[in-house]
């Protein structure tokens, strides 16, 4: 595994839309709505404008799997990330996560995840996050440097 990094364009597009509106990501999700296309778009020049957030597309010999963000705040970022159902079982997760966790400058790291997303909460443990609080919800997580 060879993964890289590198920030996602409007080019990427289509494979953020085809991974976020597929029915076990979005299982995965907060938000388990199904959006169109146009939605998408304007969320993605939204996201891509926000000099408060980083999205990067992982790749792995030129094939993208997964997608991974950051978003900053004072002195913490947030971390959501979105592997490729194709890609899913590869450790590519923990491979973004390790990846973006190693550029930050953040003194707190933190992950949200739902309790019966047993895959990112494996990626958080790996990661070396620690579990802060659990309800029927979310779990959070915090990574503290």
Same mark, same amino acid.
């Given at each position: 595994?060879?993964? #890289? *990094?590198?920030?996602? #364009?409007?080019?990427?597009?289509?494979?953020?839309?085809?991974?976020?509106?597929?029915?076990?990501?979005?299982?995965?999700?907060?938000? !388990?709505? @199904?959006? $169109?296309?146009? $939605?998408?778009?304007?969320? *993605?020049? %939204?996201?891509?404008?926000? !000099?408060? /957030?980083?999205?990067? *597309?992982? =790749?792995?010999?030129?094939?993208?799997?997964? %997608?991974?963000?950051?978003?900053?705040?004072?002195?913490?970022?947030?971390? &959501?990330?979105?592997?490729?159902? %194709?890609?899913?079982?590869?450790?590519?997760?923990?491979?973004?996560?390790? +990846?973006?966790?190693? #550029?930050?400058?953040?003194? +707190?790291?933190? %992950? /949200? !995840?739902? @309790?019966?997303?047993?895959? $990112?909460?494996?990626?958080?443990?790996?990661?070396?996050?620690?579990? =802060? $609080?659990?309800?029927? /919800?979310? &779990?959070?997580?915090?990574? /503290?440097?």
């Amino acid at each position: 595994m060879a993964v #890289t *990094l590198r920030k996602v #364009t409007m080019e990427d597009a289509p494979y953020l839309y085809e991974w976020r509106n597929d029915l076990r990501v979005r299982e995965n999700c907060f938000d !388990t709505r @199904p959006f $169109s296309f146009e $939605s998408h778009i304007q969320w *993605l020049e %939204s996201i891509l404008a926000d !000099t408060k /957030r980083c999205l990067f *597309l992982g =790749i792995d010999d030129g094939v993208p799997v997964g %997608s991974i963000r950051a978003d900053f705040g004072e002195n913490e970022c947030e971390l &959501t990330w979105a592997i490729a159902p %194709s890609q899913w079982g590869k450790g590519y997760g923990k491979e973004l996560v390790r +990846l973006l966790v190693l #550029t930050l400058e953040c003194p +707190l790291i933190v %992950s /949200r !995840t739902k @309790p019966a997303n047993i895959a $990112s909460e494996r990626i958080c443990v790996a990661a070396g996050f620690q579990e =802060i $609080s659990r309800n029927e /919800r979310e &779990t959070l997580w915090h990574l /503290r440097r």
